[in-house]
């Protein structure tokens, strides 16, 4: 027997009546739409804010990631003037691949992007001297 709506019969007799099987599934549908609600609240408009493009400048290194987990290895990554470090990511582009980012190691670069958790995404950089 195929799929019988909870509300509709747990024996798995049908009502008769079109209406009262019609009645019975928009009724399932309501139980399942609130269900969905719950583990699955929809995002209002107002959280879901444009990216704010900025600028870092700072040293390419290559930095050890997570280490002694199974995403260890080593990252391309921006060392800024004050000491923070930036994980270096391309949108798009998988960082363990990525040969234009391990192109800039040891550089100082001027980065355009944006911040992704804990990585900063670029978008472009410019080559500048070093100090």
């Not at 959280?47 to 002694?68: A, F, H, K, Y």
Request: aromatic content about 6%; overall charge neutral; proline content about 8%.
């Amino acid at each position: 027997m195929g799929w019988v709506p909870t509300s509709v019969s747990t024996t798995g007799v049908l009502p008769s009546e079109p209406e009262s099987i019609i009645r019975a599934l928009e009724d399932e549908i309501v139980r399942l739409e609130k269900e969905l609600q719950i583990k699955y609240p929809e995002r209002s408009p107002s959280s879901i804010e444009p990216l704010d493009e900025t600028l870092m400048t700072g040293e390419v290194i290559l930095r050890p990631n997570c280490p002694g987990s199974k995403s260890d290895y080593d990252r391309v990554s921006l060392q800024l003037d004050d000491g923070r470090v930036w994980l270096l990511r391309r949108p798009n582009v998988l960082p363990s691949t990525d040969q234009k980012l391990y192109a800039l190691l040891g550089k100082r670069i001027t980065a355009t992007g944006y911040i992704h958790g804990y990585c900063f995404m670029v978008t472009s950089a410019l080559i500048r001297k070093p100090r």
